[in-house]
């Protein structure tokens, strides 16, 4: 399969997530457009010395099954031995159809939702990129043609970012790619056209693609969207792919749904980060204490009947949700099960659908919203283990 082939194969569902025509001529073109200079400072959101997003509270309030409630403190390791470099995903709200390079609280959020906490284990890097707009996604899903986004300036911002992070700040240590939907889609590119094959892959201690779609040969871990990176198979194996898009199990994907569609010849794959990191199929969630940002959404129910006043940003809820990688004859996907018990007083809800404007489910982007955070802990862990794995190589 040629590169350009395995491109549109990992991608074409990352632009119908987006909900832009290819027939869209852009406004502005990456070859004319004044590159970003990523040695100025404020054009990223996390680095070392200027932590930015990343020095933010991630403090965590446990509720227990029983209703009981514990505080989890958090703090960064400035001194990890490896680094973790993050795009983020369609955020913006700037009403053009590229963002700016102002970073507003939309971008600062879903950093400490997504990304911040794996400063446990590695250097943080999260570059500011000229990205495709949420007023651009929404525009294109309403069929409105106003609004034409360049795609190319977005992932060509990323492409000088990497760069730039590889010649002035690498220095031969190992790096966990992270990005989702749209961040997840750069990264694939990012991986197709400039890593796969050279000799940066073997410094490459995973790649966590979340919330899009990577081909695969069925019954294959590698083929498909990429040729050499393959699917992660155990917590301690290095190089390789995490991905998956996350639907619930009483809502399994419709037909028309954007993430996990199996291709021709090929199926969508998913990697379970729970089994990975722990062997276990019960998810280590770190949900927001506040809604998703982005698209509407529910607010959090009261997560437990007891009175506890909960303020962190964030709940983890040990046992509540579990997962498990399902397939059928259309989609492969993460399946989220809410093991609710109506007895206890802990929530028996979750948030984190895309809602109608008439307050019902949108369906076709499953719990988008969350696959982060429904397996935060998870990719935390699995980031140590990588990291371990990979210094012990």
Partial sequence: MSKHNRLLSGASLGALALGIGSAMTPVVSAQTADAVDYANTSNWLCRPGNPRACEVDMSTTVVRADGSVRLEPWSDDPFAPVDCFYVYPT???DT???SDLIAGPEEYNVVRSQFARMGSHCRTF????RQVTLTALRAGMSGNTDLRPDRELGYQDVVDAWNYYLENDNDGRGVVLVGHSQGAG???RLIINEIEGKDIQQQIISAMLLG???????GDVVGGTFEHM????SGDQTGCIVTYASYRASNPPPANALFGRNGNGTVS???NPAQLANDTDELD????NVAPEGFSAAEPARWTSTGANITTPFVSVPGLLSAECVSNDQFSYLEITVNADPDDPRTDTLSGDVMNPDGSINEDWGLHLIDVNAAMGDLVELVSKQAQAYRWR
């Fill in 91 to 93: 955020v913006s709200q």
């Fill in 269 to 271: 794959a998913c990697t």
């Fill in 96 to 98: 053009t159809a590229n």
């Fill in 230 to 233: 393959p699917l992660c198979e």
């Fill in 126 to 129: 999260a570059p500011l990129y």
């Fill in 186 to 188: 750069v990264l694939t």
């Fill in 285 to 288: 969630a770190y949900l927001s």
């Fill in 212 to 218: 899009t779609t990577i081909q695969v040969p069925e």
